[in-house]
């Protein structure tokens, strides 16, 4: 009797044991019972741009699957883009062909898009990752096309031969677009190109580092870029400022000369570039030593300074005689850049000034008002946090 009782006890326990195995398969496998918080307690990079995205609203501009490269184009805020029409017309719809012999001139890509022998409509597909104010520039052939993007159309003119001719400015919202054109009898598009101003890149310091973490010297930095708080930060006085003597740096473009005239202005350099009746063109090379915000001013006798920077425009007044001019804080990375400035007639410039800022991620800690080592790794909670902070302070995506 005692052997049997000892025996059913054991049967009732392996039974019980059977079913609590069953129930923590069926609750792993996530056939019964939530699954318990998995979330890492902290954060690479690639989570905190997905969630930078999203709170602030710019996943308008993904595609539905991104991958990281969408994500990193928004916050790139490149507004500058490129379409072959070839690429992006609907092949399948359109009463068009694709051409790749030179007909009508020199064309890019694998070829250019030809309408046919009565008046016809070709439709392009494509995504903009940022919304803006776009110039829209069209390389074309034919009279009397109609360009239709935004609810807005535009009327333009080519010719018999492909060419660059601006159509308009029209505001687009991120996310899918249509830009359609009706062509003429045999009219042609070779590309056409959507332009608006760059906006500051929101990133670290060196750039995104996608799988590694996010700390909070990175996130400081980010923050910096985002609120354009750079402007803020003192100068580094341990760094000498970078001067680049313009008619030494670059090569003097024809219609402009190297000259030591002094009735128009005390100049730095042993010489400095005039432009001409027509104006010129300067191409400046530039070598970045370190990471960091620069504060640039230029020497520069003109009524208005035209430069670029890496794609980015700069405008601001200028001078009747030769004296400085700030352009700004600009953000460079170590390595090469290149600025572009626009000499008007009988303009000219004489010394860029680079004056390297504080840089080290306790200084931008310090502008964030953020407290804690800067290699500290951020958690999921505290990085929800930081960014709830970052959308209370934030105007304009400048």
């Given at each position: ?5 000892k ?63 969408e994500y990193?184009?928004i ?29 009508y ?70 996310g ?7 062509l ?16 500051a ?19 400081a ?14 100068e ?7 001067n ?115 840089s080290?991620?306790?200084?931008y ?22 960014l ?6 934030f105007?304009?995506?400048?």
């Amino acid at each position: 009797m005692f052997w049997r009782s000892k025996m059913k006890r054991i049967r009732q326990i392996q039974v019980i044991m059977t079913l609590l195995v069953l129930l923590a398969m069926a609750v792993g496998d996530g056939v019964a019972g939530p699954k318990p918080d998995t979330s890492p307690l902290e954060v690479t990079q690639r989570d905190f741009v997905r969630m930078l995205v999203s709170a602030f609203k710019w996943d308008k501009g993904l595609p539905e699957k991104p991958a990281d490269k969408e994500y990193l184009a928004i916050l790139g805020g490149r507004r500058s883009m490129h379409y072959e029409a070839e690429d992006y017309y609907s092949a399948k719809t359109d009463n068009a062909v694709v051409m790749n012999y030179e007909l009508y001139g020199p064309f890019s890509g694998n070829g250019w898009v030809s309408g046919v022998a009565v008046p016809t409509t070709v439709h392009f597909k494509l995504f903009i990752p940022l919304e803006g104010e776009y110039a829209l520039n069209v390389i074309s052939k034919g009279d009397g096309q109609i360009w239709s993007a935004g609810g807005k159309k535009f009327k333009v003119s080519t010719g018999k031969r492909l060419r660059e001719e601006v159509a308009g400015k029209v505001y687009l919202k991120a996310g899918e677009q249509e830009i359609s054109v009706e062509l003429p009898p045999e009219g042609a598009v070779d590309y056409f190109l959507l332009q608006a101003p760059q906006l500051a890149a929101v990133e670290p310091l060196e750039g995104w580092r996608l799988d590694a973490p996010l700390t909070l010297g990175a996130f400081a930095e980010i923050a910096g870029s985002l609120l354009s708080w750079e402007k803020a930060i003192p100068e580094d006085s341990e760094r000498k400022p970078l001067n680049v003597e313009i008619a030494r740096a670059a090569s003097i473009p024809q219609g402009a000369q190297a000259t030591t005239i002094d009735y128009l202005g005390r100049f730095e350099a042993e010489k400095w570039v005039r432009a001409g009746r027509s104006g010129a063109r300067v191409v400046v090379p530039l070598i970045i030593a370190d990471s960091a915000p620069y504060q640039l001013k230029v020497k520069f006798l003109g009524e208005v300074v035209y430069a670029e920077l890496d794609g980015k425009k700069i405008e601001k007044a200028g001078n009747p005689f030769l004296d400085w001019v700030d352009l700004g804080v600009t953000r460079l990375k170590r390595g090469a850049h290149t600025l572009i400035l626009r000499l008007p007639p009988n303009g000219g410039v004489d010394v860029l000034t680079l004056v390297k800022l504080k840089s080290s991620p306790q200084d931008y800690m310090k502008l964030a008002g953020i407290e804690g080592a800067p290699d500290d790794r951020v958690s999921r909670s505290r990085a929800e946090r930081l960014l709830t902070s970052l959308a209370e302070r934030f105007e304009e995506r400048q």
